[in-house]
């Protein structure tokens, strides 16, 4: 079977400004993209709106991450149910910035998605190790620790509705990246542990995307990889290159 080439960028606390964030998406709509290619774009939650209304229709808005309550006494939150009202149809969970700067464990980030999606939300989840798991050689172990959280709260039926991003903290935002091998045989395990815990089916339709300092440079050899179905970008989701690592595949 082949997939559908994914492509998501993850903009951060980035851009600064409104005015900046419409020059970003302005750029992006004159671009000349792979239209083979899903592509979703996470902008701050202040933005989502604006940019949803603004950016071209083949190019998809997902929030950088939400709470697990429809409503109530939660500030600074935002719900699932008003992220479906407002026309955003992705959210990313689980990224490692959630994980390490805001504590969020494992069995949150699964409760999260499960309301994420009852909701109607489709889930960008991330999932990866540090540099010292990988150089213990636990990165399959760590990846298979983090998903068993969701696996456990999702029906089958439910993972036509997840992406799941391999992200290797230690080549997030540092220049490094996961050699091809490294990427593919960290994919593999991935599939081969959906395949094992949830379904053959499931693995073999699902999009495992890879993170961390990914560049014009260096997706279309990534992107050759067989169980590499994509990307999340960070810093490069900033920049014109975007538009050259979503046509990793052309």
């Not at 540099?131 to 990165?139: F, G, M, S, V, Y």
Request: net charge neutral; aromatic share 6%; glycine share 6%.
């Amino acid at each position: 079977m082949v997939r559908k080439f994914f492509v998501g960028g993850n903009f951060k606390l980035n851009p600064a400004s409104l005015a900046a964030s419409t020059s970003l998406i302005e750029g992006l709509n004159k671009a000349e993209l792979d239209p083979e290619t899903e592509v979703v774009i996470a902008p701050p939650s202040i933005y989502l709106i604006p940019v949803k209304e603004s950016v071209r229709k083949d190019v998809k808005v997902a929030a950088q991450n939400c709470y697990f309550k429809e409503s109530g006494a939660f500030t600074g939150e935002i719900s699932p149910k008003q992220l479906v009202d407002a026309g955003i149809p992705y959210v990313v969970l689980g990224h490692s910035e959630r994980r390490t700067l805001f504590h969020e464990t494992s069995a949150l980030v699964a409760t999260k998605t499960r309301a994420a999606i009852d909701a109607g939300l489709k889930v960008i989840l991330c999932i990866g190790e540090t540099l010292q798991e990988r150089e213990a050689d636990k990165t399959a172990e760590v990846c298979q620790s983090q998903l068993k959280e969701v696996v456990d709260v999702l029906k089958e039926a439910d993972w036509s509705n997840i992406v799941i991003a391999y992200e290797p903290v230690w080549a997030i935002g540092t220049g490094k990246v996961a050699t091809t091998a490294q990427a593919q045989q960290a994919h593999a395990d991935v599939r081969s542990y959906i395949a094992k815990a949830v379904s053959p089916a499931v693995a073999n339709n699902i999009q495992i995307l890879y993170g961390g300092s990914v560049t014009a440079a260096n997706s279309k050899e990534l992107a050759r990889q067989q169980d590499v179905d994509g990307f999340l970008v960070g810093g490069a989701s900033l920049k014109p290159e975007f538009a050259d690592i979503i046509n990793a595949r052309k």
